[in-house]
């Protein structure tokens, strides 16, 4: 058999190797073939080490011929997003500061694709420390949407979805701490989960904005993205924030065949003025879809979505103008020499390691947090973060599930906004909410524009409540399917 | 001249006696070993890393906050202190803020012979220790300077008083006592030369009468007790000379030398660093569950104001014995170990062989009590064979030295040695017959009324028995001997 499988889904190909139809060898192999054929391009890695892959699979395949039972992602391809630790790869979060920095453990999201005989196959391009929307704030190269070479591909995680979306690998690791992983997956046209804050462990993500950070996956299929949540998801005694009670995460299941009973909320505050009429009419076609199905739908309200972007733009500062300190020179990564004595040796070295949205925020955020202005800022900030957790308890008393767009715009060009940081700040303003109140939600394709560009659907569930989240969009995605880039 | 009263807060850091650091799994054993041998990527702060805290330190910390009578917030907040500098890696310490863990403390104080006093303790808080910065190697000043990681990461407890001490010696009392109960619990070595206990003081005067604080400043560098006496009495001396001048005290941190036994300047107020202090989002809150409180509570052991007057009430020892007896925790643990295998009554014999004998063998040899060459058993036998009449005093010193040397059982040594006090009659007759005849004048002084000639009689006797004679019994038979 001769199949080509940079186009199956995960779930088939590690079914594939376990059965023998082939090896993980031969999957990786393909994935890297095509991953080279299409990087000029695409651009979405930063490193893909091709020896190292093809070991990784070899090794895979030596436990099987060993008679070892292979693991739920046997021999699968993995794209790791370059904010996660891959032991013995560079670990650059697209910044000059980190530039050649090998990573010395394997994060625990890592060693648990590892665990499930999963590939890790390169590291990914995202916006420098994931801060931005379109991956352009990369030190080292742009990435181009699969879909229109003109267009970013969203960000943070831009490289990850591309990746999926360029079929150079059947899933990818993505982080999510104002809408990295959903928005970049609305702009390539493929699933982004950004599971429950606490569900997946944060140990070997290099932290952004700590309380609001999360690890999840991209795929092209919602099973997929169960299965990897399946993987990587679950307690982890070295991340304090990870949640004790949650159960293994869900197992892949069939998409049920009807929504009948279920209750899904529109947040008017979403459905506003300024929002793109064609990405409002792909989410409303989304939801008839899911009406169609058996769905209830009834408009709710979330009335402090209006602070959600103004109080992210406190919170995550703050904490990133803490998290990024560490980066001084003293014990690892970039460190410029001719400093002379140790107030220049912070200086000189932040001074050109870091890139300008980096020190934008890390000065914000020194700012909110400084004596005096503590209680004005950040204390506020965090106050209206409770209230936005309030607003969607008292929603999820009422339905089940809430459906809004995943971003306010479709695809946009290169430099669109690069030079007005408010408006690329509010390329997030539909997905920041999930994060401050630490919910779960999930990005499904659900048409495409004018211009032939991917556009999303945003379903948000209840904290912990991913196997109705998921199980909702595999009963969408069945009865919508979205094309597979061709080519 | 206005006379000028000192206002005096004690800020402590202590290490707490964990076995490994409080956010990773590294030993704390790094003290004088190899740089960089106690670490790992959390205590470096590789990026990705995240803290994990450890369970025996809050254990500890709860105890000694117990111990000090302080009470314990139901709910704490590990928060972050963000300041640069190469010994710190996070570019954060770890610390407690606005919610520590513990609160309104007490801790009792004794000057000589003057009343007790009780001082209020602020708070206690749990924070990590920094690296430390090596500026020199091999004995060589380097053109750079090296870091050391091993410290980076251990547990310790800031203990804060109230500015109740007034003065130097009060200073030096409570730091004795503090120490006293966080050894006794358990909760720190107090190693000083170690770093395992660490002292900044913050230091004021006022005139006499006054309820208002003077301007106070911060000294740090103090690495003994004596030190912060020292210092102390050195600001004094310094503010109220200012004062006394016309000048005024200014808020700043001052560093000790003790070279030249002055504080100097080392940064001003409002040079103070802003550590934009927030909640830590990689830790939870800490929740001082009241059973395991209440656990902790009920496994404290005796503390040392307890322990003193059980001693003097129950055991008859002086207050000056049960003080020696109760100033390390080693020692008191041996003492009464000792002084349960020693027969009924025989405590004070204890304390007394203890006072005379072990301490002067533990100092000379710098040795702590837990290091002694023979177990504790051992001296509440000996006392035994003293109160029972088999040794005499001069007996028991010398086996005590056997004991020291050899380790052994003091009644194996006994026999071994022969060194069984005499008290027979008849053995020792003929001890006195022969002393009689060497000593005539002294026989006949004794004779002719002079009591005090029987002690050369006695030493003579002793002489020729080697020590073995019981003196009282040839004390009473010498008299004998001589009025027949």
Known sequence: ?487 | MTRYELVIGLEVHAQLATRTKLFCGCATDGFGETPNSRICPVCTAQPGTLPVLNEQAVALAYQAALALECRLNPVSIFARKNYFYPDLPKAYQISQYDKPFSEHGRLEIRVKDLPARSIGLTRIHLEEDAGKLLHEAAGLTLDGSLVDFNRAGIPLIEIVSEPELRSADEAYAYLTALKEVIQFVGASRCDMEKGEMRCDANVSVRPEGSDKFGTRAEIKNLNSFKNVKDAIEHEFRRQTELLEAGGRVIQETRLWNAETQATVAMRSKEDAHDYRYFPDPDLVPLTAAPERVAALKSALPELPAAKRARFVAALGLSAYDAEVLTGDKALSEFFETAATAAPAGAAKTVANLIATEFLGKLNAEGRGAGAAPFPAAHLGRLAGLVAGGTLSSKGAKDLFSRMWETGKDPRALVSELGLAQVSDDAQVREWVRQALAANPKAAADLKGGKQAAIGALVGAVMKLSQGKANPAVANKLIKEAVQA
């Open chain 1, 1 to 487: 058999m001769s199949a080509d499988w940079t186009s199956l889904s995960a779930a088939r190909l590690a079914d594939a190797v376990r059965k023998g139809e082939t090896t993980a060898e031969e999957v990786v192999r393909a994935h890297l073939d095509r991953a080279q054929a299409l990087e000029p391009s695409v651009k979405a890695f930063l490193s893909l080490p091709r020896e190292r892959a093809l070991e990784r699979a070899r090794a895979v395949d030596a436990r099987r011929r060993a008679g070892a039972p292979l693991g739920a992602l046997a021999g699968v391809p993995v794209a790791v997003k370059d904010n996660i630790m891959v032991r013995g790869e560079e670990t650059t979060c697209a910044s000059r500061i980190l530039k050649g920095h090998v990573a010395a453990y394997d994060a625990t999201v890592v060693e648990r694709l590892n665990a499930a005989d999963a590939v890790p196959l390169g590291k990914t391009n995202l916006d420098e420390f994931a801060m931005g929307s379109s991956t352009e704030n990369s030190a080292f190269q742009k990435t181009t949407n699969p879909w229109d070479p003109a267009c970013v591909p969203g960000g943070s995680s831009g490289g990850s979805a591309a990746a999926v979306a360029a079929r150079m690998a059947p899933l990818a690791l993505g982080s999510d701490t104002g809408g990295s992983i959903r928005q970049p997956a609305a702009f390539c046209g493929v699933v982004g989960l950004k599971p429950t804050y606490g569900l997946v462990s944060r140990y070997g993500l290099v932290a952004f904005a700590s309380s609001l950070d999360q690890i999840g996956p991209f795929a092209r299929t919602v099973g997929d993205a169960a299965l990897a949540l399946s993987v990587i998801g679950g307690h982890d005694p070295r991340d304090s924030t990870s949640a004790r009670a949650a159960a293994p995460a869900p197992a892949p299941a069939p998409a049920p065949k009807d929504l009948k009973g279920l209750r899904v909320g529109l947040p008017r505050e979403y459905f506003i003025a300024g929002l793109d009429p064609e990405v409002e009419k792909a989410a409303r076609g989304a939801v008839e879809v899911l009406k169609g199905l058996g769905a209830e739908v009834r408009e709710i309200s979330l009335p402090h979505t209006k602070y959600a972007v103004s109080a992210y733009y406190i919170v995550a500062p703050s904490e990133a103008s803490s998290n990024l300190a560490r980066f001084d020179g003293i014990r690892y990564g970039f460190v410029d020499r001719s400093a002379k004595t140790l107030e220049e040796v912070y200086e000189f070295t932040r001074g050109a390691g870091f890139g300008p949205e980096v020190k934008r925020r890390v000065m914000l955020g020194t700012y909110a947090l400084s004596s005096g202005y503590y209680d004005a800022y950040y204390a506020k900030a965090q106050r209206v973060r409770t209230l936005m957790a309030r607003d969607f308890k008292e929603a999820f008393a009422g339905v089940d599930l809430i459906a809004c767009p995943t971003t306010p715009t479709p695809p946009f060009r290169f430099g669109e906004k690069t030079d007005d940081p408010i408006a690329m700040y509010l390329s997030d303003v539909f997905t920041i909410p999930s994060n401050m109140a630490g919910n779960a939600s999930v990005s499904l394709p659900c048409g495409l524009s004018s211009k032939g560009l991917p556009l999303g659907v945003q379903l948000i569930a209840d904290a912990f409540q991913e196997p109705r989240l998921l199980a909702a969009a595999a009963a969408f995605e069945a009865a919508r399917p979205f094309p597979v880039l061709k080519g």
